[in-house]
């Protein structure tokens, strides 16, 4: 249990960054507002400068806190790990776009784990000692608190669709 634990305090950076982007309402388009050759715009206005930078900032704040406890590394372990998460965020609205689908369409799982892989895919790259069981509770209950947290989201109006 211990271990499970270790592992959910290992995402805490990718979990506030996600958290943390929807309470910028507009901003500057990561994309641009460009289109690719199939018509639809590359990310979507859901993707914001600001967005990223609030997320950038929280996560690594959070890395800063639990740098106190694992070593001064998780400071940028933090940083780089909510980078991680965003682009992995960034992939999943450009899998969407790709499919038809607009901002705020569901996809299920890929709304869900899309920042995950990405912090995933940091957290491995800096050799943090992470397990299958580990990433695989993480998982389950990113998919959990993800449906919770957005309809509280959408109930408090920060975001428009409660998925």
């Excluded at 995950?116 to 990113?142: D, K, R």
């Amino acid at each position: 249990m211990i271990g499970l634990l270790l592992g959910l305090i290992y995402y805490i950076p990718a979990l506030v960054a996600n958290g943390s982007a929807p309470f910028i309402k507009s901003g500057t388009p990561i994309d641009f507002k460009r289109k690719l050759n199939d018509g639809r715009r590359v990310l979507g206005d859901g993707k914001t400068f600001e967005g990223l930078l609030l997320s950038l900032t929280f996560g690594t704040t959070v890395g800063a806190i639990i740098s106190r406890f694992l070593g001064i590394e998780w400071i940028i372990i933090g940083f780089v790990e909510s980078l991680g998460a965003m682009l992995g965020d960034m992939l999943g609205a450009f899998i969407k776009r790709r499919i038809g689908l607009e901002r705020g369409a569901r996809a299920p799982i890929l709304d869900q784990l899309d920042f995950i892989l990405g912090a995933t895919v940091v957290l491995i790259s800096f050799n943090v000692n992470l397990n299958i069981y580990q990433v695989v509770f993480v998982c389950v209950l990113v998919i959990a608190l993800h449906m919770f947290t957005n309809y509280v989201a959408y109930r408090l109006k920060i975001k428009s669709v409660p998925w």
